[in-house]
């Protein structure tokens, strides 16, 4: 499971006093609350779904989805399906191909879920031999079903954005730099950003 309240108001503390900016922000606009999915195939098979499509589509088609298949948290369902009852579900056809890539690595027992390496990278290596799951998707796994503390999606642009607001950058820092700003926060890195998601929904500016 993801970080918890505790553990994200304890790593941000921690952050606060290391990092003067970080107390500035963590004062206008206070404590996130926690990013929790479960563990396992459906949140990734959910990620899939959910691609390049809003959260209300996403939603709909997953509740097809289950329809179709009688339970969509089952890879054995998705496996044994057609693909006229994904079409009919509302996948396209590269996300079904994206679908059946996971279903089939989990039911083969070539990705197992309840056992990813303990070594972060390691373990967004074997996600991200997924077709359909690239690294940000894999982070995002790791930090909100894991709740893996140091886990640090650099790529992702409201992360970008916010650590640039945050320490005060006139514009918008590269990945590379994201990365390199964030190895003092290390082990809390997780943490981090998911305050920047919060700051980013908070502080956004009025158009």
């Known amino acids: 499971m993801g970080l918890s309240a505790e553990q994200l108001r304890t790593a941000l503390d921690e952050l ?14 206070g404590y996130p609350e926690p990013r929790i999915r479960e563990p396992g195939y459906a949140t990734l098979l959910r990620t899939i779904v959910g691609q390049q499509v809003s959260f209300k589509a996403a939603a709909a088609v997953w509740n097809k989805l ?35 890539s996971l279903a089939e690595e989990v ?3 070539g ?25 940000w998707s ?14 640090w999606p650099a790529g992702d642009l409201a992360v970008q954005i916010e650590v640039g607001r945050i320490l005060g950058h006139a514009e918008r ?5 994201v990365r390199e700003l964030a190895e003092p926060w290390r082990p809390h890195r997780g943490a981090a950003a998911i305050f920047a998601w919060h700051h980013y929904r908070t502080e956004m500016p009025v158009i």
């Not at 990092?19 to 606009?29: D, I, K, S």
């Not at 990705?111 to 690294?135: M, N, S, T, Y």
């Not at 820092?173 to 730099?177: D, H």
């Open 16 to 29: 606060a006093r290391a990092e003067p900016a970080f107390a500035a922000a963590l004062g206008r606009v």
């Open 66 to 100: 289950d329809a179709a298949l009688g339970d969509a948290t089952d890879p054995r369902a998705l496996t044994a399906a057609s693909d006229e009852t994904l079409r009919g579900a509302g996948l396209s056809r590269q996300k079904q191909g994206y679908a059946r």
């Open 107 to 109: 039911t083969n027992g």
């Open 111 to 135: 990705l197992d879920l309840a056992h990813l390496p303990a070594d972060d990278e390691e373990a967004i290596a074997q996600l991200v031999r997924i077709k359909g799951i690239g690294r």
């Open 138 to 151: 894999a982070e995002i796994y790791l930090l909100f079903a894991e709740g893996r503390p140091d886990i």
């Open 173 to 177: 820092p590269p990945e590379k730099l």
